[in-house]
């Protein structure tokens, strides 16, 4: 037992959606198997991930990805103390998080049109901000409002307080230790200083549609509520595209490189596999839940999956998207694309774990409906919550006993 990985495989029927566009406004797609499919990025899934883990974990374990990152610090530090003003607070804590990250940190531009100079009201001081996102956890904010607060007390210069060696070097160590779960799993990259960047311990594919699909455009108008009988016509006409899929998402979890980034964070009396307990079983309920929201107010598109398979491996990870290399179609059984799907995933997954000698160590299959019963076989069938328990005891157990 060298590694342990967990592969997540779903297959997800969505409706007429735009789920993610590109920059025509259609919704994104990709060759593969030489025909068209519908594409759903991985950068739209992870997001809603993330937002998922707002209702699944508590604040303390979430990160923040913002530029504007001094004004999320300067709230921390003023809740500790409210005497402080913004004013007060900013230039410390801008001199800090740029010691600490690297990132340059400076007064935003002033938008086009805001009120200035010479007579005019002056606008809104604005917090500086960094020239890239910044993404720092609950945890790493209290450590920098913490030494802050040391700087503002010492009143001494921003700029000469950070000059000092061990407060520049506790910035950095402030900012590299404590990830948040968010962090730990989707990474962090600071252009400025490598050495505090996060390999990110889960990899989420495109989901792609596992047959042809064919954009479409719906024409729709809007009538004028004060128009009367005399006018008629529309007070708005204009195009939407979108599509409908059956889709394959699979993601890939490195539980091991997830502990060590998580390693930091451990609270006093926690044994060692419960952070990434609870990380993997936000991240198995976040992924398989979440939906991307483009368009969902025009679709009302909020379907959940038909089928989804996790499996615990012991090497490296494997993704089944080659049973749908010869894209399905409903003529194949006559009972629809997702009947069509779980009979090709049923079909290839064993074939290439033979194939291959890479047999999981344990599978689980949650399915809805006679369509996915090919998928039966699979692995142990559960429900949601019997999943989302039974991976995080299964992944707890391994690492408790590697330990």
Known sequence: MNRTILDVHILQTVPPSNLNRDDTGAPKS?????????????????????QAFGTLLDPSELGVRTKKVVEALAERVMGHEPSLTEEQVWPMAAEIL???????IEAPTRNPGSKGEKGEEAA????????YLLFLSAHQLDGLAGLVIEGIGA????????????????????????????????????ADTADIN?????????ALSVHAVDVESDYFTAVDDRNSSAEPGAGMIGTVDFNSATLYRYAALDVDLLARNLDAGLLD????????RRAVEAFIEGFTLSMPTGKSNTFGNHTLPDAVIVKLRS???VSFVGAFEQPVTEAETGNGNVRAACEALASHIPAVETA?????DRTWVLRVGQHTEALAPLGEEVGLRSLVTEVGEAVAGRLGKRG
């Open 30 to 50: 990709a060759v593969y198997g030489g025909v068209r499919r519908s594409r759903v990025s991985s950068q739209a899934w992870k997001k809603s991930t993330r």
């Open 98 to 104: 740029a010691a600490a990250t690297g990132a340059k």
């Open 124 to 131: 809104d001081a604005q917090a500086p901000q960094s020239s």
């Open 155 to 190: 009143k001494t210069d921003p700029k000469i307080f950070i000059k000092d060696k061990e407060v520049r070097a506790k910035a950095k160590q402030l900012a590299a230790g404590r990830h948040s779960v968010d962090i730990a799993l989707f990474g962090r990259m600071v």
């Open 198 to 206: 996060v390999d990110a311990a889960a990899q989420v594919a495109h």
């Open 269 to 276: 009396g926690e044994r060692a596999g419960e952070p990434v």
């Open 315 to 317: 090497a490296r990870p």
């Open 356 to 360: 291959f000698g890479a047999t999981a």
